[in-house]
């Protein structure tokens, strides 16, 4: 269900399920959590996570489960939530391609990861209006700040589906492609990434982050700034990138 290939410094997460549309149970999801672990202990400078077939991801394969004892809190609470945490957290650039599907706990793996580019065939939104169900995974904090709470509820009610081209219009995410280019314009991204400053790009991600989860204001921010690049100037990369600039060569990161 969950493959991992490793090249040229870029770990590859494929969701291999395709009959199912990637839709993720828990020993899938404990297999995702394992692929980052492997990843991250491996190295790699930066890291795509894709689907197979017609979808990105579903959401959850509820097709056995019973509503009348599902372990909900368990679910969400006890697998989702840390894995989430654990892909954002992953210590390089991390991709994601999202294309046919991409709902429930598979917007949450959209949430969790850096960039995501997108196929102009997705389908995103909050379908669980059908199922007496509400979003999860992340999806209503990133809606309601993207979008605002009036287009929040209004996708929350109808269950409507944005398209790709509608998603990144409206700022979810980064980049729109058409199918057939999207998986390669990841890949051609994520690998320009590994070729790059890692601890700087590490850097800008953690900060990222705090920003975000601590509402930093501005001169806040700027502290923390300035903290990071005076890290940075001991690092080798900092160095050969100023010598590469003043000798008007094109630099060589290491990653360290």
Known sequence: MIDLSIANDVATIRLNAPAKLNALDEQALHGLDAAYREAETAGVRALVLRGEGRAFCAG???SDVDPQDDDVMGYLGGIVTP???RMSRFPAPTFAVAHGACLGVGLG???ATDVVYVA????????????GATLDSGGHSLFL??????????????GRLMSG???VESGLFSRVFPDDEVVQAT???AEAAARGATAAFRASKELIARIRDERLALW????IENAAQAMLCDTDDYHEGFAAFQQKRRPEFHGH
């Open 220 to 223: 806040d921010a700027v502290d």
């Open 120 to 131: 102009e065939s997705a389908k995103i939104g909050s379908p669980f209006a059908a199922l």
């Open 60 to 62: 959850r394969d509820i």
């Open 165 to 167: 081209t509608e998603a």
């Open 83 to 85: 894995l989430l945490q």
């Open 145 to 158: 700040e993207r979008l605002g709470a009036h287009k929040t509820l209004d996708l929350v009610y109808t």
């Open 187 to 189: 890949t051609d991204a």
């Open 109 to 111: 793996l959209l949430i």
